[in-house]
């Protein structure tokens, strides 16, 4: 009974919230550096958890692992839906290949400093790779809500900048799932006892098959004409079946339904009406998320809180450091003069980056996480929070008059 | 003969709207797409497709039902009937009804109109 | 064609996937998401199909529950069965609120001689007709031991009861389907949720009965006369006060229906459930009250108290398919079809006289009304539907009777098979027949063509 008030409980509190959130918070010149983005959720989460409040205790999160399994596959399949070959060929190819390029680098540069930071901790830890390669791959990820907001209060002028940094942060976004599913097929799931006891390069290939074959069904479903409810319906049966299925193989149901929304996305004219349906609950489903992965949070100790800060910093620096050696070069455009800070504008983690938090608490870490992973989601959700905070003075920076 | 004219929020209703008109033998409309003046100033906030948000703008846009009616009891009739296949516009928020006089009609009348 | 391709590659990775990892789906994690998942799909592709061959799709969302059960293809376990019961409690909920909805005082009272005549003639004469069937064949059933006179009226009876229950989330499904309105459906769906009600206060009076004449005392059932109405209307009760909290919201919220109404629906079942425990331990008298009958005083009340109809039926209508295919797929597998082997002779003599009685009765109560012969025979073919309430109470027989109970247990279930196959079929012909049925490629509520 505890159980299910305490899920009915989050349900409500996300209802409600997602219509309060996503605002800047203060009208006056001061206050326009402090939006709700829906992050702040990540601390109502730790407050409703087995910290404090005592609401959402470990019987409760167990059980909610199911409707998580699901909330990431209708994440992945929303992620893949942009993914429509006409609208990113409207980006120069060049432009892939900076931003490719912007991201190895990042990938490079947080691995390394991570590295450094976490073997003087942690020498022979045998999850110090594990532990690295996560922190850098979530580096990648890039929230969009702040920079929405920030748009919305810059000048006219500046949409542009602002539809460029959207569209560097979406396609990390994307990289970063597929890195993530890649790094899960390197480590047998959490759960234990299940999950193909195969070859990562083979479990990847699982993926890719699995994510395509849900892609062709969706494909071949919707090709009858609809009403609302059986859209519904099959989206949800489908993700449910997909999520279930990636659990059962041990693979990522994130990546295998981004893959099967690029299929729809590319070959059926109904994409734009699954999109819609997927947005509805965008709002509620991400704070949900929040919340679990705050109530997920053991802090534990003050190095937790250290480590988050120097991921925060190591992940900015490069972020500037590679923003201007690679971006500037691609959006040098008299339109945009201070293409060289555009690292600066994307600091923000949240999004994508929280998903692939709860992603990592369910898939890896699992419920009694060993000491090294609970203190790298600890670190991750901290940073998630750290960086929401910091992320308009970047945008400040990026958009500031030369 | 009356001009109705049903701004609605949600086109998810679309179709169900224009069943139950065809039903009580409403004999044509059309469908306008519209975009609220809120709607149109306030720009989408990403979360996980910001990329369709910068191309496509991820909000749906409005429907405008627009169909002439030469009855007065047809037309109550269509009042209640859309009124009920939205599951009660005002319970709902889902969107304008109005209708107007209609003085003069040229063409081919409001049988074929939107056809 | 594009249904049946994609429902077998489901069902062949369904069967990869189980014969893979056989022991992994006792883990509620994948119960409840790839076995939810495969339900869902593999019911609803089913029911488009039989839909296509112009039978409801509720037979369909039906037979993939019997096909993937445990009796033939085994993809579903008991357990995992088990596992998605709480679908059940919160699509009865729905079921009950929308078959409330349905119901509108004006054309009731309009009908209220042909609906009384109904009320009163066919639980009458089906009652009658399957009571003397049992008395004189229950001593050739099976291999039922010999009966005292006394227990074999009582169990004559409770069978006889259990005859009158229709099912009212197969007559709705139906009507929905269908998109049927009008005098015809409404006062089928009318009678058939009343009489079900009729079923359940009858058949909790006939156990006490049956448990005095086991213990050879007289009967004591003063208290039940009294408890019977006081169940009864402090549901009603409770359905008015859920009626009015309801359509305070929809003034002052009015936003996530769907939301609120399973919210609703989880709290009714549960709150029933602690009251009916909390009333057996304060005041040592167990009352029952009945979730089914408080949501559908809620749902009656909504339409004609409050006038907030509307608003709720478009919610059920939006949300209703997920939940309707999956409350069918699992009544599929819950049909014995062991049973039905076991006992098809005196299943099908059973259901027959069930039948006729039924026709008898509509027949007879109609030729009073001057109705048309084709009239009569429609309101016969509606009342076929049998399951639900019927599997429930049936399930208390061989509790009660360990000696005989069994066999009489699997008898109905055989007879719930027959039923619940026939009934929607014959039901759906019938609203064709009646021109009620708007549109003959229908579609579910929410549905397109």
Same mark, same amino acid.
């Given at each position: 009974?505890?159980?299910?008030?305490?899920?009915?409980?989050?349900?409500?509190?996300?209802?409600?919230?997602?219509?309060?959130?996503?605002?800047?918070?203060? /009208?006056?010149?001061?206050?326009?550096?402090?939006?709700?983005?829906?992050?702040?959720?990540?601390?109502?989460?730790?407050?409703?958890?087995?910290?404090?409040?005592?609401?959402?205790?470990?019987?409760?999160?167990?059980?909610?692992?199911?409707?998580?399994?699901?909330?990431?596959?209708?994440?992945?399949?929303?992620?893949?839906?942009?993914?429509?070959?006409?609208?990113?060929?409207?980006?120069?190819?060049?432009? +892939?290949?900076?931003?490719?390029?912007?991201?190895?680098?990042?990938?490079?540069?947080?691995?390394?400093?991570?590295?450094?930071?976490?073997?003087?901790?942690?020498?022979?830890?045998?999850?110090?790779?594990?532990?690295?390669?996560?922190?850098?791959?979530?580096?990648?990820?890039?929230?969009?809500?702040?920079?929405?907001?920030?748009?919305?209060?810059?000048?006219?002028?500046?949409?542009?900048?602002?539809?460029?940094?959207?569209?560097?942060?979406?396609?990390?976004?994307?990289?970063?799932?597929?890195?993530?599913?890649?790094?899960?097929?390197?480590?047998?799931?959490?759960?234990?006892?299940?999950?193909?006891?195969?070859?990562?390069?083979?479990?990847?290939?699982?993926?890719?098959?699995?994510?395509?074959?849900?892609?062709?069904?969706?494909?071949?479903?919707?090709?009858?004409?609809?009403?609302?409810?059986?859209? #519904?319906?099959? #989206?949800?049966?489908?993700?449910?079946?997909?999520?279930?299925?990636?659990?059962?193989?041990?693979?990522? /149901?994130?990546?295998?339904?981004?893959?099967?929304?690029? #299929?729809?996305?590319?070959?059926?004219?109904?994409?734009?009406?699954?999109?819609?349906?997927?947005?509805?609950?965008?709002?509620?489903?991400?704070?949900?998320?929040?919340?679990?992965?705050?109530?997920?949070?053991?802090?534990?100790?003050?190095?937790?809180?250290?480590?988050?800060?120097? +991921?925060?910093?190591?992940?900015?620096?490069?972020?500037?450091?590679?923003?201007?050696?690679?971006?500037?070069?691609?959006?040098?455009?008299?339109? +945009?003069?201070?293409?060289?800070?555009?690292?600066?504008?994307?600091?923000?983690?949240?999004?994508?980056?929280?998903?692939?938090?709860?992603?990592?608490?369910?898939?890896?870490?699992?419920?009694?996480?060993?000491?090294?992973?609970?203190?790298?989601?600890?670190?991750?959700?901290?940073?998630?929070?750290f960086n929401e905070v910091l992320s308009p003075f970047g945008l400040a920076y990026v958009t500031k008059e030369t | 003969m009356w001009a109705l004219v049903y701004i609605l929020n949600e086109d998810r209703y679309l179709t169900e709207v224009l069943e139950a008109l065809l039903?009580?033998? *409403?004999?044509?409309?059309?469908?306008?797409?519209? *975009?609220?003046?809120?709607?149109?100033?306030?720009?989408?906030?990403?979360?996980?497709?910001?990329?369709?948000?910068?191309?496509?703008?991820?909000?749906?846009?409005?429907?405008?039902?627009?169909?002439?009616?030469?009855?007065?009891?047809?037309?109550?009739?269509?009042?209640?009937?859309?009124?009920?296949?939205?599951?009660?516009?005002?319970?709902?928020?889902?969107?304008?009804?109005?209708?107007?006089?209609?003085?003069?009609?040229?063409?081919?009348?409001?049988?074929?109109?939107?056809? | 064609?594009?249904?049946?391709?994609?429902?077998?590659?489901?069902?062949?990775?369904?069967?990869?996937?189980?014969?893979? &990892?056989?022991?992994?789906?006792?883990?509620?994690?994948?119960?409840?998401?790839?076995?939810?998942?495969?339900?869902?799909?593999?019911?609803?592709?089913?029911?488009?199909?039989?839909?296509?061959?112009?039978?409801?799709?509720?037979?369909?969302?039906?037979?993939?529950?019997? %096909?993937?059960?445990?009796?033939?293809?085994?993809?579903?376990?008991?357990?995992?069965?088990?596992?998605?019961?709480?679908?059940? @409690?919160?699509?009865?909920?729905?079921?009950?609120?929308?078959?409330?909805?349905?119901?509108?005082?004006?054309?009731?009272?309009?009908?209220?001689?042909?609906?009384?005549?109904?009320?009163?003639?066919?639980?009458?004469?089906? &009652?009658?007709?399957?009571?003397?069937?049992?008395?004189?064949?229950?001593?050739?059933?099976?291999?039922?031991?010999?009966?005292?006179? !006394?227990?074999?009226?009582?169990?004559?009876a409770l069978l006889g009861t259990l005859a009158i229950a229709r099912s009212p989330s197969s007559t709705l499904a139906v009507i929905k389907e269908c998109r049927a309105a009008g005098d015809f459906s409404e006062s089928v769906l009318c009678v058939t949720v009343v009489m079900?009600?009729?079923?359940?206060?009858?058949?909790?009076?006939?156990?006490?009965?049956?448990?005095?004449? @086991?213990?050879?005392?007289?009967?004591?059932?003063?208290?039940?006369?009294?408890?019977?109405?006081?169940?009864? &209307?402090?549901?009603?009760?409770?359905?008015?006060? %859920?009626?009015?909290?309801?359509?305070?919201?929809?003034?002052?919220?009015?936003? @996530?229906?769907?939301?609120?109404?399973?919210?609703?629906?989880?709290?009714?079942?549960?709150?029933?459930?602690?009251?009916?425990?909390?009333?057996?331990?304060?005041?040592?008298?167990?009352?029952?009250?009945?979730?089914?009958?408080?949501?559908?005083?809620?749902? &009656?009340?909504?339409?004609?108290?409050?006038?907030?109809?509307?608003?709720?039926?478009?919610?059920?209508?939006?949300?209703?398919?997920?939940?309707?295919?999956?409350?069918?797929?699992?009544?599929?597998?819950?049909?014995?079809?062991?049973?039905?082997? !076991?006992?098809?002779?005196?299943?099908?003599?059973?259901?027959?006289?069930?039948?006729?009685?039924?026709?008898?009765?509509?027949?007879?109560?109609?030729?009073?009304?001057?109705?048309?012969?084709?009239?009569?025979?429609?309101?016969?073919?509606?009342?076929?539907?049998?399951?639900?309430?019927?599997?429930?109470?049936?399930?208390?027989?061989?509790?009660?009777?360990?000696?005989?109970?069994?066999?009489?247990?699997?008898?109905?279930?055989?007879?719930?098979?027959?039923?619940?196959?026939?009934?929607?079929?014959?039901?759906?012909?019938?609203?064709?027949?009646?021109?009620?049925?708007?549109?003959?490629?229908?579609?579910?509520?929410?549905?397109?063509?």
């Amino acid at each position: 009974m505890k159980t299910i008030a305490g899920i009915l409980f989050l349900a409500i509190l996300a209802l409600a919230g997602h219509r309060k959130s996503f605002v800047k918070l203060l /009208p006056s010149r001061a206050g326009r550096f402090f939006f709700l983005t829906g992050t702040e959720f990540l601390l109502v989460g730790y407050l409703l958890g087995d910290s404090f409040l005592g609401v959402l205790d470990p019987a409760t999160l167990e059980r909610a692992r199911p409707f998580l399994i699901v909330g990431l596959g209708w994440i992945g399949l929303l992620a893949g839906i942009q993914l429509e070959g006409k609208a990113l060929r409207m980006f120069g190819r060049a432009s +892939y290949l900076w931003i490719l390029l912007y991201g190895c680098f990042l990938l490079l540069f947080v691995s390394a400093g991570l590295h450094a930071l976490l073997r003087v901790w942690f020498p022979a830890d045998p999850h110090l790779g594990l532990a690295v390669s996560v922190l850098a791959v979530t580096a990648l990820c890039t929230g969009q809500t702040s920079m929405a907001l920030w748009m919305q209060q810059a000048s006219k002028q500046k949409r542009p900048l602002g539809i460029v940094l959207q569209f560097v942060a979406s396609i990390n976004d994307v990289i970063a799932i597929v890195l993530f599913g890649v790094l899960i097929g390197f480590h047998q799931p959490a759960g234990g006892g299940f999950g193909l006891s195969l070859p990562p390069l083979e479990k990847l290939a699982f993926s890719l098959l699995l994510g395509t074959l849900m892609g062709l069904l969706l494909l071949m479903l919707f090709r009858a004409r609809l009403g609302e409810a059986d859209k #519904v319906l099959i #989206v949800i049966g489908l993700v449910l079946f997909g999520g279930g299925a990636a659990y059962l193989l041990g693979v990522s /149901p994130l990546l295998i339904h981004l893959i099967a929304g690029a #299929v729809l996305a590319n070959f059926s004219l109904k994409s734009d009406e699954t999109f819609h349906l997927l947005m509805r609950i965008e709002r509620p489903l991400y704070l949900i998320f929040l919340m679990i992965a705050g109530a997920y949070l053991r802090i534990g100790a003050p190095l937790a809180v250290l480590l988050a800060l120097a +991921y925060v910093a190591i992940r900015a620096l490069s972020q500037g450091a590679a923003g201007a050696m690679f971006l500037g070069r691609v959006f040098r455009d008299p339109a +945009y003069p201070r293409a060289h800070a555009l690292g600066w504008g994307l600091t923000s983690q949240a999004g994508i980056g929280a998903a692939l938090a709860v992603h990592f608490h369910l898939w890896i870490a699992g419920p009694s996480p060993p000491l090294l992973l609970n203190m790298t989601f600890s670190v991750l959700l901290l940073a998630i929070l750290f960086n929401e905070v910091l992320s308009p003075f970047g945008l400040a920076y990026v958009t500031k008059e030369t | 003969m009356w001009a109705l004219v049903y701004i609605l929020n949600e086109d998810r209703y679309l179709t169900e709207v224009l069943e139950a008109l065809l039903e009580i033998g *409403v004999p044509g409309a059309s469908i306008l797409d519209s *975009v609220g003046m809120l709607q149109f100033l306030s720009q989408e906030i990403p979360i996980f497709a910001g990329f369709r948000s910068i191309l496509k703008g991820s909000k749906p846009y409005n429907k405008i039902i627009l169909s002439v009616i030469r009855d007065q009891e047809l037309l109550q009739q269509a009042l209640a009937t859309i009124d009920l296949t939205v599951g009660g516009i005002e319970n709902g928020k889902r969107g304008i009804l109005f209708t107007l006089p209609v003085e003069h009609l040229i063409g081919p009348g409001p049988e074929t109109l939107g056809d | 064609m594009t249904h049946l391709f994609v429902l077998s590659v489901l069902v062949l990775l369904q069967g990869l996937l189980l014969k893979a &990892f056989p022991h992994a789906f006792s883990l509620t994690e994948v119960q409840l998401t790839l076995n939810f998942g495969f339900l869902l799909l593999a019911a609803y592709l089913f029911g488009e199909w039989t839909a296509r061959i112009r039978l409801p799709r509720l037979t369909g969302y039906l037979f993939a529950g019997i %096909l993937l059960g445990p009796d033939v293809l085994g993809y579903f376990s008991p357990e995992s069965v088990a596992s998605l019961r709480f679908i059940d @409690e919160l699509a009865l909920a729905f079921i009950a609120l929308s078959a409330g909805l349905e119901l509108r005082t004006q054309n009731l009272k309009r009908q209220w001689r042909l609906l009384s005549g109904l009320i009163v003639v066919v639980p009458l004469t089906v &009652f009658c007709a399957i009571f003397a069937f049992l008395y004189f064949a229950l001593p050739r059933v099976g291999s039922l031991p010999a009966l005292p006179a !006394a227990q074999k009226i009582v169990l004559a009876a409770l069978l006889g009861t259990l005859a009158i229950a229709r099912s009212p989330s197969s007559t709705l499904a139906v009507i929905k389907e269908c998109r049927a309105a009008g005098d015809f459906s409404e006062s089928v769906l009318c009678v058939t949720v009343v009489m079900d009600i009729l079923v359940i206060m009858l058949f909790s009076l006939f156990l006490a009965l049956a448990g005095a004449a @086991e213990a050879g005392v007289p009967a004591h059932t003063g208290g039940l006369w009294l408890r019977i109405p006081a169940e009864f &209307f402090l549901s009603l009760l409770l359905g008015l006060f %859920l009626a009015w909290f309801m359509s305070g919201y929809v003034t002052v919220i009015r936003r @996530e229906g769907i939301f609120f109404l399973l919210c609703v629906a989880f709290l009714v079942t549960r709150l029933s459930q602690a009251l009916s425990e909390q009333s057996a331990i304060m005041a040592g008298l167990p009352l029952h009250l009945e979730p089914l009958l408080i949501c559908m005083s809620a749902g &009656f009340f909504l339409r004609n108290l409050f006038g907030k109809g509307a608003f709720y039926e478009t919610t059920i209508n939006r949300s209703f398919l997920p939940i309707f295919v999956v409350f069918f797929a699992l009544a599929g597998t819950d049909l014995d079809l062991d049973a039905l082997r !076991a006992m098809w002779k005196v299943a099908i003599l059973y259901a027959g006289i069930r039948i006729a009685g039924v026709f008898i009765a509509c027949h007879s109560v109609l030729a009073l009304l001057r109705a048309p012969f084709k009239t009569r025979n429609l309101y016969g073919m509606s009342f076929i539907t049998q399951a639900g309430v019927s599997i429930g109470l049936a399930g208390l027989i061989p509790r009660r009777f360990p000696e005989g109970g069994e066999i009489l247990f699997t008898l109905l279930l055989a007879v719930i098979v027959i039923n619940q196959i026939i009934g929607p079929i014959a039901f759906k012909f019938a609203l064709e027949q009646s021109g009620e049925a708007r549109g003959t490629a229908q579609k579910l509520p929410g549905g397109g063509r």
